[in-house]
């Protein structure tokens, strides 16, 4: 059983920084990929960024050079330190896992930027 659990949500002023948690039940290495969606209110879930089990990293267009993914296999934990924030990123964000062809969500963690 694979459980993902989300923390560092919030509410931050545009220009404001937040770093978001997932620490995962168990070693980060057995996941292939792991990475960050959002949902904000009437859209899709959309990709954010990913990291690989090899430390390759890739980003959606409007969060690059202001979001950074990385991983703390230690920890089993996998961050998102986001700055520069904008209104736009207001959403909730998602942990996902991909362990062979099986994807697993956390719960969510909620993020709000006021302008």
């Known amino acids: 059983q694979v459980q993902l659990v989300e923390s ?3 509410l931050v002023q545009a220009g404001g ?4 948690s997932c620490a995962a039940s168990g070693s980060i ?3 292939n990929v792991m990475g960050w969606f959002r949902q904000a209110p009437g859209k899709q ?5 990913i990291i690989t089990s090899g ?5 959606a267009d409007p969060v690059k050079g202001r979001f950074t993914i990385s991983s703390d296999n230690a920890k089993n934990t996998v961050y998102l330190q986001m700055n520069s924030l904008k209104p736009e990123d207001t959403a909730v ?11 697993y969500w956390g719960q969510g963690t909620q993020v709000t930027v006021s302008s």
Do not use: P, Q
């Open 29 to 31: 290495l057995r996941f």
């Open 17 to 20: 920084s937040l770093r978001l």
């Open 8 to 10: 560092g949500g919030g």
């Open 45 to 49: 879930r959309e990709l954010v960024a």
């Open 55 to 59: 430390g390759s990293t890739n980003y």
């Open 93 to 103: 964000y998602y942990c996902n896992a991909n362990l062979a062809i099986r994807g």
